[in-house]
């Protein structure tokens, strides 16, 4: 599932009826605003910033010169765009550093809001930054999230600091933060018990604690699916706590908009992180402007950029164009190539953020298809993968047989491969370096 999939549908439609319009009209504009309106409430932002924006929306457009233009309704767009952006926060805010070391990130919310997860998220991407991280388990009162941070920790390759026997959160954060020190650790990173924000007890314990480690960051890590609920949870934190900024998870649910959309105009802390799926990769610096191209269906170019670049290695990219100048592009290397595609994340979302994708309603990206596809390669020797030419009609049945599908399958998958391998090679230097090696397996 896209992000923001229903919302983005209604405003894309809305966008698209305005770029074909020539000519805008003060009745027009009132339709428009209030079609706007229809979409923000039903995707659950709170209704007094859908007032408010829907308001600036049409009081600047409405305004001569945008009336006047020769291009009204992208006028009108630009307009959408730049509030939409001002709602999500105007600019990506980074993580706060210090050169006291370690620098130290703590992470609440409520129990099930994926607090614990986006430890290892967060963690994965200082990792790559080649930081020297330490996750500590500060949930004494579920051994689960224990267990889970540790199990995290040996997925990252990273230590995790636990004391299973002992109850009070504070001698634990203390003796992490010594025993970091002496391990020369650059970032903590502080898995905190999920609490209710009108717990006094629990609420008055992870007091003490922010107080006591003074971390740089406090990241209140907000479920996106609870809609408008998020925001009075933000709040309840926010009166409690110094947050400094929010974790947005489970975008890639079945998210209507709400809580990304509300959460920064109400608590006034910036959302730093967006999770858009369950691998550890899957966590996202918050770029308000790139999120709001989304959410409008104008596709974000710069994401998918980086997504193809942390996925891609540019060695084997280079390789990859010169096997496709000369013919040599196999089975194999297209094996490999939907291996990198698929470590990019959901591929609706990927289509969405090509410029126009989110108009390809009626196009699915079938990933069934892409698990056969693989599951018909693998089925492959060595000597086919290499020369698809010798795969006559007795091989064909045997590739079938052993993939769990039907000659058919097979059929076409290699007419698709050969379309592809021919497409490939004419689309080879046509790229722009920042696409060097990045292609559509599909």
Not at 77 to 105: A, F, Q, R
Not at 161 to 167: D, I, R, S, T, V
Request: proline share 2%; charged share 30%; hydrophobic share 40%.
């Amino acid at each position: 599932m896209a992000i923001f999939e229903s919302l983005s549908e209604k405003l894309s439609t809305i966008m698209k009826k305005l770029r074909n319009t020539g000519r805008i009209t003060e009745s027009d504009i009132k339709d428009i605003s209030r079609e706007i309106r229809l979409a923000l409430l039903s995707a659950d932002v709170n209704y007094k910033i859908v007032k408010d924006f829907v308001s600036v929306i049409s009081e600047k457009a409405l305004n001569k010169e945008v009336l006047e233009s020769l291009t009204p309704g992208q006028q009108v767009i630009k307009i959408v765009h730049e509030e939409l952006i001002s709602l999500l926060g105007s600019k990506n805010e980074k993580l706060i550093t210090s050169s006291n070391m370690p620098n130290k990130y703590m992470l609440c919310g409520l129990q099930g809001s994926g607090k614990t997860t986006a430890c290892g998220k967060l963690g994965n991407i200082l990792k790559k930054q080649n930081k020297k991280v330490m996750l500590v388990a500060c949930d004494v009162y579920r051994p689960a999230a224990i267990d889970q941070l540790i199990i995290l920790g040996k997925q990252l390759d990273v230590p995790v600091y636990y004391e299973k026997e002992q109850k009070d959160v504070i001698k634990i954060a203390k003796n992490a933060i010594d025993q970091a020190r002496k391990a020369m650790i650059d970032i903590l990173i502080f898995d905190t018990a999920g609490r209710l924000h009108i717990d006094e007890d629990m609420m008055n314990e992870i007091q003490i604690l922010q107080k006591t480690i003074n971390p740089d960051e406090t990241l209140l890590v907000v479920d996106a699916m609870t809609g408008q609920d998020a925001v009075n949870i933000a709040e309840g934190f926010n009166a409690k706590l110094q947050l400094s900024g929010i974790i947005l998870t489970k975008l890639d649910g079945d998210t209507r908009g709400g809580a990304a959309l509300s959460i920064k105009k109400i608590v006034n802390k910036p959302i730093k992180f967006a999770s858009v799926g369950e691998k550890l990769s899957d966590l996202e610096p918050f770029h308000p402007d790139r999120m709001a191209s989304r959410i409008l269906g104008m596709g974000d170019v710069l994401t998918l950029i980086e997504k193809a670049q942390q996925n891609f290695d540019e060695k084997k990219a280079v390789e990859l164009e010169k096997k496709l100048a000369t013919s040599s592009f196999t089975l194999q290397d297209y094996l490999e190539q939907l291996e990198q595609f698929k470590d990019m994340g959901d591929m609706q979302d990927i289509l969405n953020m090509i410029p126009g994708g989110a108009s390809l309603k009626n196009v699915k990206v079938d990933e069934k298809q892409i698990i056969h596809t693989k599951a018909i390669i693998q089925s492959m020797t060595a000597k086919e993968r290499k020369n698809p030419k010798i795969l006559d009609a007795k091989r064909r049945k045997r590739i079938a047989a052993g993939s769990g599908t039907t000659v058919t399958d097979v059929n076409r998958m290699l007419k698709s491969f050969e379309d592809m391998r021919v497409m490939m090679k004419k689309m080879t230097g046509m790229k722009g370096k920042k696409f060097k090696g990045f292609k559509m397996p599909f």
